[in-house]
């Protein structure tokens, strides 16, 4: 008797997660898979992780198209374990599968999304006649190519009782778009074409309409995330904005002179980094910026973890993630410069792990690269305060009553107003200024 193939399904990869996408499949229905290997990268509401096997054999079928977000237990592959026949890794499997994520394979074929367009079909003695148990049995059984699953849940055809022209019955993309040309026709027992929906519901439950040459952009489930947080943070969080502009002609002097002799060794600090070090050091003498609001009580952190906004290319979904620096205080330039390097080339390519974007207790973004002159930035909670910096701008200044040519750059604190008040905010920001105008202070 050959041994059973192994049912892959869509892992938990973190406390909150519910659901996950398929960002990359690292396999091809076919290729061999042993133990260990990562067969997929997936996207959760927190971070984009590797998702491993625990099982050697051959993939025998993806279920689940990358890009396509499904519940935490939906079966997505299958593994063709050593002993199975070539035949068995094409056939469909006979074994039911487990209640729930038979349940949830069953609605993902049947249901369309609610959101999603869709065909309005005229109900007909046919369409509304309830489905016996014999049919709804094989819908749970229903083999149908993830491609053509996206197409039929897109147009609102159902594929329940629908024969695919695919090995062993799939369910294949012509075969939608044939049954979808059927419906358009009039020639299928189903019913007649009524409209074809081209509106979208805002989450404020408004119907917005698509207008000609428009288009619907699905949200990734990091960007579900980062919406969510975001609307939590300025609904919460009373948001008020201190701004002030720094000399910066002594540090981009200083930092000319250290990267050319740190250039034998590869290093390359950035602005960004002395920016870092300046904010971490002010925290000794200002430690309400390194604390959170608590209800009814104010929680002062220990150790300084500075989150360093890192913007993601559009290819992992854009946005932007939190890489978080810890103990920062007790880092010199060198470690920051590093360790910012290292976890941005990771969030771009491979995506940050949980860990990687936990326990940030103050935030800096900065657009400066972009050339921006000056934002303001939006509170990380459970940060109580977020530094937003702009570019070192060229610009005629006054140094020493005289007019000349410097460099000057405008950054601006958002802050939790339950926690640090207006003359707090200076003071630090004085404290930060200090810092970056004598930058030889950030060397020891």
């Not at 398929?22 to 290997?37: L, Y």
């Not at 019955?169 to 009524?194: C, H, M, N, T, Y």
Request: glycine share 8%; net charge negative; charged share 20%.
């Amino acid at each position: 008797m050959n041994p059973m193939p192994v049912q892959v399904t869509m892992p938990r990869l973190s406390d909150t997660m519910e659901a996950g996408t398929i960002v990359r499949w690292n396999v091809k229905e076919g290729d061999t898979v042993a133990s260990g290997d990562v067969i997929a990268d997936v996207e959760t509401d927190k971070a984009t992780m590797e998702m491993p096997v625990f099982d050697d054999g051959v993939i025998s079928q993806i279920m689940v198209e990358a890009g396509k977000q499904v519940p935490v237990g939906t079966l997505i592959a299958i593994i063709c374990i050593e002993g199975d026949d070539a035949a068995s890794a094409t056939a469909p499997i006979a074994a039911p599968i487990a209640a729930p994520i038979a349940a949830q394979v069953a609605h993902a074929v049947a249901v369309p999304p609610k959101s999603a367009p869709h065909i309005a079909v005229a109900p007909n003695a046919a369409s509304a006649a309830p489905e016996s148990p014999a049919v709804a049995s094989q819908e749970n059984r229903q083999r149908i190519s993830p491609l053509a699953r996206r197409i039929a849940d897109e147009l609102g055809i159902s594929v329940a009782a629908m024969r695919g022209s695919g090995p062993g019955g799939r369910v294949v993309k012509q075969d939608v778009l044939a049954e979808a040309e059927r419906i358009k026709s009039g020639a299928s027992p189903r019913g007649d074409l009524v409209h074809v929906a081209s509106a979208a519901r805002s989450e404020r439950g408004a119907v917005v309409a698509i207008g000609a040459g428009g288009s619907e952009v699905m949200l990734s489930g990091m960007r579900q995330a980062i919406a969510r947080r975001l609307v939590e943070s300025k609904s919460t969080i009373p948001h008020y904005q201190v701004s002030m502009r720094f000399n910066m002609d002594p540090l981009l002097e200083l930092r000319t002179m250290l990267n050319v002799q740190l250039a034998p060794q590869g290093v390359k600090l950035s602005v960004n980094d002395f920016i870092v070090r300046a904010c971490a050091l002010s925290m000794a003498a200002h430690p309400f910026f390194n604390a959170s609001w608590g209800g009814d009580r104010i929680i002062m952190h220990g150790d300084v973890n500075i989150g360093v906004a890192i913007s993601l290319p559009q290819e992992r979904g854009g946005g932007l993630v939190v890489a978080v620096l810890r103990e920062a205080q007790r880092k010199g330039l060198r470690e920051i410069s590093a360790e910012t390097k290292a976890l941005a080339e990771k969030a771009r390519v491979r995506g940050l792990s949980v860990e990687d974007m936990a326990g940030a207790t103050f935030t800096i973004s900065n657009l400066g690269m972009f050339g921006v002159d000056n934002f303001t930035a939006i509170i990380n909670p459970p940060n109580s305060a977020i530094l937003a910096c702009g570019a070192a701008v060229e610009q005629p200044v006054v140094r020493n009553h005289q007019l000349v040519v410097g460099h000057e750059m405008q950054a601006t604190l958002s802050l939790d107003h339950r926690v640090i008040d207006g003359a707090m905010a200076s003071e630090y920001l004085q404290s930060v200024k200090h810092n970056i105008e004598n930058p030889a202070t950030l060397l020891v």
